[in-house]
Every structure is written in C-alpha cells, then in structure tokens.
C-alpha cells in the first residue's frame, strides 16, 4: 500500500489545495487521483511535486507493508534510528556475509563502519573489505525496498551491482558488474 500522508500533511499545513498542487507543479487529473488512491507515482512526478514544494521527494510517498517486522525495517531504516532491528540486521547480515566471503573485518569492525562511517580501529583492512560492507549496506536496504516485488533478473543484477561496483572486481572487464560473469569461477585443489 502506497502512503502520501505526508504529501498531504504538507499541502494542509501550507493551505495548498489538490487542485493548486495539480495546477503549480503541472499534473494532469489523473495522476491527482492516483494520489487519492494511494497509488504508486513515477519517480520524475514525485520529483516535481517535491521541488514545488521544497522538501525531499522520500518524504512525499511512503511504501506501506502489511507485515508488520517488514514494515518495522522501512520505518526504522527511514528514521536512522540506531539500536534497533534495522540496526542489527544490517550489522550482522553483513558481518556473516563478509566472513562467508572470506573477509578480514571483524563483527566490531563492521558495526563501527555501519555506526560511524569510520574505520578508526588499529590494523589494516583491505579497502575491498571496507567497499563491499559499505555496498553490502546499501545492498540490504534495496532489499527492504523490494520485498515485497516479484524477484527478476534485473534485480538480482542490480544487487550484483551495488555490492562490486567501485571495488576492485569492477576493473576486470570478465567480472561483469552487475551482468554475468564472462568466465566461470575457477575450482583450484
């Protein structure tokens, strides 16, 4: 379900009427309807409204889920709230993640890199290990975002691509960011 509460917390406290938003940003009746329905806006029409109106478009439309730990995630993910089930499940999925990857960074180290965007810890890390935990963050909130979404390929290539990109895979042209690999792994005995 699809939630424009705050769309029109904004136009009540500003005194803007529908009609007005419909006429200042350029939309057609339709897509005012589709907001009174609490259907999904395009991304370039969310935009424009958010523009109008000087607020961040993420605020104008919110993802609404009837299972109530995903919608939990979203909102604590939303709010940056620390400590909570959001929190912990971005600190320990991507802690197993790295270690099932082979990694060098320690669950402490990940947390501190989730906290604080810091790697002040002694000892080295290997600037892939600090890449891939921070894309592996990113990784898991596109997830929350499409939870609820039919799995495809393209997204499964997006994944791929939000993990690899900038780290030192992408510079092999066989790795193939966010496409498939041009050569199988290789099996060493």
């Excluded at 917390?9 to 940003?25: F, H, Q, Y």
């Excluded at 919608?71 to 099932?100: C, D, W």
């Excluded at 992408?170 to 960011?177: K, P, S």
Aim: net charge negative.
């Amino acid at each position: 379900m699809i939630s424009y509460e705050h769309l029109e917390s904004i136009l009540k406290e500003r005194k803007i009427g529908k009609t007005d938003l419909a006429r200042g940003v350029g939309l057609f009746s339709r897509t005012v309807a589709k907001i009174a329905k609490g259907e999904k806006l395009s991304k370039q029409t969310l935009q424009r409204i958010a523009d109008y109106l000087g607020v961040s478009a993420e605020l104008l439309m919110v993802v609404r889920s009837a299972n109530r730990i995903l919608q939990l995630l979203r909102n604590e993910k939303l709010a940056k709230m620390p400590g909570g089930l959001y929190h912990e499940l971005q600190v320990m999925m991507t802690f197993n993640s790295n270690h099932i990857e082979e990694r060098n960074s320690s669950e402490e180290q990940t947390r501190l890199i989730f906290e604080t965007h810091t790697i002040g810890f002694d000892g080295s890390l290997p600037v892939d290990d600090i890449l891939e935990t921070i894309n592996h963050f990113r990784a898991i909130d596109y997830v929350i975002d499409k939870a609820e979404e039919v799995l495809t390929e393209d997204m499964i290539k997006e994944l791929h691509y939000i993990l690899k990109h900038d780290t030192q895979d992408a510079t092999r042209d066989w790795f193939a960011v966010g496409e498939y690999k041009k050569h199988a792994n290789l099996m060493i005995v």
